[in-house]
């Protein structure tokens, strides 16, 4: 993850995505998270990798299925010609060899598309807390360098809830999406476990964010997709 000086604390981003409308909608995602500021939007590799010799960004927002290049073949090109800004994939990629050839070009997450904000928000904010940490390192001696290392590294445990979370609740909403036949959405956990839709949203997106739980979206006749959740066999 890049460490280089940073006056303001704003944290640059160039979204790349070949469609138009998506890469409107992920620029519209980051700029409602703070510090990040898109500085960019590119719809090729070509074009992501003059939009980075020009504009120095801190992260990119990664598609893989561009026109022109396949995704993660634009990073060493971007290594070689000597920028070291940070990567975050966002793609429908979900082939195992692909993860595995992110992974080993150094990516700092990978999103999984079709997604909403509420996904992306606590991977931008855990990505900021983790630059913030390499820019204000004092490295001494091995335990500094465990410290830093482990906000990328050690995942949080699977039985600390964030706060305003119970661990009562987390097991009534677990208990309906491993008893349900198929998926539910939150109006329908809601019902099931007699917490408000709001808070029901919140411990499926918290399933979703721990990898417990996969969505899904249903398209309606009219307005936004309704997100359907699965608990992970």
Sequence with gaps: MTATSDKTGTIDVLVVDDDFMVARVHRAFVQRVEPFRVVGVAHTGAQAIEAVDELRPDLILLDLYLPDLFGLDVIPRLRTAGHDCDVMVISAAQEADTVRGAVRRGVVDYLLKPFEFEDLRPRLERYA???????????????????????AFVPTPAHTLPKGMSVETAALVERALREADGTLSATECAALTGVSRVSARRYLEYFHGTGSAEVSLRYGAAGRPERRYAWRV
């Design 129 to 151: 807390a983790q630059r913030g940490r390499l820019l204000t390192a004092v490295v001494r001696g091995q335990a500094d360098v465990d410290r830093v290392l482990a906000g």
